[in-house]
DNA sequence: TGATTAAAGATTGTATACAATATGGAATAG
DNA sequence: CTATTCCATATTGTATACAATCTTTAATCA
């Protein structure tokens, strides 16, 4: 669907096999927005689309649940997670703290070959702007965050970066205010400038102030109705 | 086991059931050293230990994968988590971002019915080393870490703490040089002065200098060999 | 004796049947 | 017409049987 090449990997714990492809495209459809918080995921439903057993989409479905993008209500089933108002503003605090220091670790190990792949990614962003796909530019500005912190080269704090922002996908279909989308580029591309400096201040800087400004962007008093009836949004 | 009543709770995602006992008496025997990195478990043994079909204990034990508490390996089966030097050290630069924030945190809000909580917990962790019950000892003052987070009301800061203190607990196994297990009594008093005081940056600079200290008791460069043959160590 | 191979056993992976629970609709009473 | 109760249906929870894989043991050959 994106209009280049990807050069980021959706991760998940589970081992290769049925249940880690499952667990993959659903990850993909909530943080591009084709799933939205609230809509239920059945067992034999999602078993059907992927031509899986109960045993293996239940696996699935409790590594999500273990993310935070799934929400499993005993003897209901599992829905994509509703992030209430305080979590919203929860998961923002935390990404205020840990995302400027990942930035700023980058910065000091990063080499032109990550700062290109991140060129390349932007300029992904723009086309799926272009073309009015706004769910996989959503998708792509997130993976952006994620790139760094691999970059960054520190695993525990990469996985907490990880789930942060699968987090924000969910926090932003339900509480997004803005009407523009495209928001995040020129900070993404202030940030490429720092990282090609090595300036690690300026990476930390660059970052505390964009992620404070993803905050704002938020309206954190109301919360969206969502409806959307099934799943039958999971084409490739 | 311990000389106390408990004021922490174990914590997990799994709504109650056999397999949210099955995995919170686990995660006790590991904190407390009872299970050791890199013993096995294996789902029948579980099974029969707790009474459950292995359908409830692969739950449990995927949860446990999930925390990072345990590893599973395909067609090989779980096993006790064997933290990296890499990993290791990259938990505990973890917690020294994050834990002396929620310090501060929880400074600014605690009431004197917290710290009255804290203070019979620190009591607790005396009776535990006077009784000559390291494991104890051990896993109450890393749950002194989550009841401060706790009180911090923060639950995102909280879960990603409780995450970090269970795998210090794995680490510690592994990479503790110290011979006094004592060291820590010190600086946890002194949290308690500053939060008595309601000074926030007292806080994160006793628990920066605290988790520091922590982080130099390890020797990251040998591992420790730890063999044990079984789980027979499950008594409540 | 040592190494290699083969077969037997044990353990995990997956599908499915049955039980328990929740949901939605129909029938009845007010 | 509204509200309530009860039943039929659908969905999740759990146990178990079977398949796939790994491990161990024993036998064979050099």
């Known amino acids: 669907m994106g209009a280049r090449a990807s050069h980021y990997k959706y991760l998940t ?50 590594a999500l649940s273990h993310a935070q993008l799934v929400t499993i209500e005993k003897n209901r089933g599992a829905f994509i997670a509703q992030p209430s108002i305080k979590e919203a503003q929860e998961v923002f605090e935390a990404r205020e703290l840990i995302e400027p220091r990942v930035a700023g670790m980058a910065a000091k190990i990063i080499t032109p070959k990550d700062i290109q792949i991140l060129e390349e990614h932007i300029q992904a962003e723009h086309d799926a702007i272009a073309a009015g796909d706004s769910g996989e530019a959503l998708s792509l500005s997130g993976f952006f965050h994620v790139m760094i912190a691999d970059i960054a080269e520190h ?82």
């Open 13 to 62: 714990d589970l081992p290769p096999g049925k249940s880690r492809d499952i667990y993959i495209e659903l990850q993909k459809a909530i943080l591009s927005h084709g799933l939205l918080p609230g809509v239920k995921l059945s067992e034999d439903e999602v078993g059907e689309l992927f031509g899986a057993s109960r045993t293996i989409v239940r696996t699935a479905l409790q």
């Open 155 to 236: 695993e525990v704090f990469s996985k907490i970066v990880r789930s942060l922002i699968s987090r924000s996908s969910l926090i932003i279909a339900l509480y997004w205010k803005r009407l523009d989308t495209t928001c995040e580029s020129h900070s993404h591309h202030a940030l490429l400038d720092a990282f090609a400096k090595n300036d690690v201040q300026a990476a930390e800087e660059i970052m505390k102030s964009h992620i404070v400004d993803l905050h704002s962007g938020l309206d954190l008093k109301s919360r969206k109705q969502t409806k959307q009836s099934l799943a039958s949004i999971l084409k490739k």
